[in-house]
């Protein structure tokens, strides 16, 4: 009993203890650097919010009623054959149903919004980047530019990205917490986000679908950076001796874990139309069209 009693008084304190230690931890989806990842984030906290209004009431009335009708308050009211209330009624069913059509409405219209195949609004002309999902590492292609990293994006402050994405092996998830929207990678096809950063930083990108053994670790770093700084760092991927065509991308997309960081100077412009080719007879099939039922684009 004593034993059971110590425990007691002593989980209330740890637990708190506990949960001090955690306010050391960042949440990147909450600390978002660019316009969508904001959006988001702002959804989220709606989202949440508006939830509560159901389920803060439902937590303190249960501890106000499991507090007041426990067995030893002789001084509650006791009504066995009490069935219905239609006050109640009204209130358990009309709030929950508004807030229902309430998030119905948000969703529907951010939904839109947020859409990430939408380009995003911005008077600078955006960049293009392939991205490539391989075992378990990530190739990002410059198409405009002719060159190639693994693991390391970088990207203008305030440019938009249009990415496209595929991948060459198990379906993954290309994401990046702190600007917004994960989109799943598939082989046999491409999918489409827009991002901007709004502030310079080095921004952790991941997968965010299980692929393997190497999951955990299938990471990036995106850098974004000055316009000066981003055309040095071009020319830095320049200045690689490593060019990037089919024979040598096939030794790039062997499976391998904790891959570093790569360059490649120079890259086959229908790489990452190969890619998605190979699964499809020649064609290329964007994610959109499929799912509408469309005929796919042959390129």
């Given at each position: ?96 149903a508004l807030i229902i059509l309430f998030l119905g409405i948000l969703t529907w219209r951010t939904t839109h919004e947020l859409d990430p195949y939408k380009p995003l ?179």
């Amino acid at each position: 009993m004593l034993a059971k009693r110590t425990f007691r008084g002593c989980l209330i304190p740890v637990s708190i203890g506990l949960t001090a230690f955690l306010t050391g931890c960042q949440l990147e989806v909450l600390d978002p650097k660019g316009s969508v990842g904001v959006a988001e984030k702002s959804l989220i906290a709606t989202a949440t919010w508006t939830m509560l209004i159901v389920v803060i009431p439902v937590i303190l009335l249960t501890l106000l009623f499991a507090w007041r009708y426990r067995a030893s308050n002789r001084n509650a009211a006791y009504a066995p054959k009490w069935s219905h209330s239609t006050a109640i009624e009204v209130v358990v069913w009309t709030i929950p149903a508004l807030i229902i059509l309430f998030l119905g409405i948000l969703t529907w219209r951010t939904t839109h919004e947020l859409d990430p195949y939408k380009p995003l609004e911005s008077n600078v002309k955006p960049i293009d980047v392939e991205v490539v999902a391989l075992d378990w590492k990530w190739l990002f292609i410059y198409p405009d530019l002719g060159i190639a990293s693994v693991n390391q994006l970088a990207m203008p402050v305030g440019t938009p990205v249009n990415f496209h994405i595929t991948s060459d092996s198990v379906m993954n998830s290309f994401f990046i917490p702190q600007l917004g929207t994960q989109v799943y990678a598939m082989a046999g096809m491409q999918t489409r986000v827009h991002l901007i950063a709004d502030a310079p930083g080095d921004y952790a990108g991941v997968s965010a679908n299980f692929s393997g053994k190497g999951f955990s670790d299938m990471k990036f770093r995106t850098l974004a950076v000055s316009q000066a700084d981003f055309n040095g760092w071009v020319q830095k991927v320049k200045a690689s001796p490593d060019r990037l065509d089919m024979d040598h991308y096939g030794v790039v997309a062997k499976p391998g874990e904790k891959e570093p960081v790569r360059y490649f100077s120079s890259v086959d412009p229908k790489l990452f139309h190969n890619v998605i080719a190979k699964y499809n007879s020649g064609h290329v099939v964007d994610f959109r069209d499929a799912n509408c039922g469309t005929n796919a684009s042959k390129e």
